[in-house]
T-cell receptor
């Protein structure tokens, strides 16, 4: 069974731009969570989606948003990029909410 | 609030010697605990998980962890380190609303 896939793997943007990251969960998994990883803050929870509904949100500004489609694929969007948004963004999927989460390889975002 | 503390930011071992990574957790009830590993420029891979079935949990690649409620610990061990074990290891607790809370990570270096 294929694992979690994330596209693109690498992105370079400039301040003020917006970006959309994509995540395809493991087949049959219905819950998708997003995390931000930075050297200074470590791994932080962004949000979680289940059945196309955002179920939980971490402590991030409104510039960070996401959505989930009927096939469980998910996208996250960051508007008005800031230098501090440079990070590895990880997506994880699980069969149901509360089940073990399996991570994708991440998208490395660099904001210049 | 539930959280985890990884007691060592860096551990260095010789190939063939035991590895011990220490993790303490705080929780108001019996938690779900995990260890994930992250190799350079890769996503997170699940090593093992504890969900109250057995206190000694066996994972992949020869790793195991013991849940000790009296000590609020969930230490990860491996009897014999291999060069391929060089990576960053995260102790993780599943908090309310299915969010994962990550420790700061322990970087393992394996000397030949």
């Amino acid at each position: 069974k294929a694992g979690v896939t994330q596209t693109p793997r690498y992105l370079i943007k400039t301040r003020g731009q917006q970006v959309t990251l994509s995540c395809s969960p493991i087949s049959g998994h219905r819950s998708v969570s997003w995390y931000q990883q930075t050297p200074g803050q470590g791994l932080q929870f962004l949000f979680e989606y289940f059945s196309e509904t955002q179920r939980n949100k971490g402590n991030f500004p409104g510039r960070f948003s996401g959505r989930q489609f009927s096939n469980s694929r998910s996208e996250m969007n960051v508007s008005t990029l800031e230098l501090g948004d440079s990070a590895l963004y990880l997506c994880a999927s699980s069969l149901m909410e509360g089940d073990t989460q399996y991570f994708g390889p991440g998208t490395r975002l660099t904001v210049l | 609030a539930q959280s985890v503390t990884q007691l060592d930011s860096h551990v260095s071992v010789s190939e063939g010697t035991p590895v011990l990574l220490r993790c303490n957790y705080s929780s108001s009830y019996s938690p779900s605990l995990f260890w994930y590993v992250q190799h350079p420029n890769k996503g997170l891979q699940l090593l093992l998980k504890y969900t109250s079935a057995a206190t000694l949990v066996k994972g992949i690649n020869g790793f195991e962890a013991e849940f000790k409620k009296s000590e609020t610990s969930f230490h990860l061990t491996k009897p014999s380190a291999h060069m391929s074990d060089a990576a960053e290891y995260f102790c993780v607790v599943s908090v309310a609303d299915y969010k994962l809370s990550f420790g700061a990570g322990t970087t393992v270096t394996v000397r030949a």
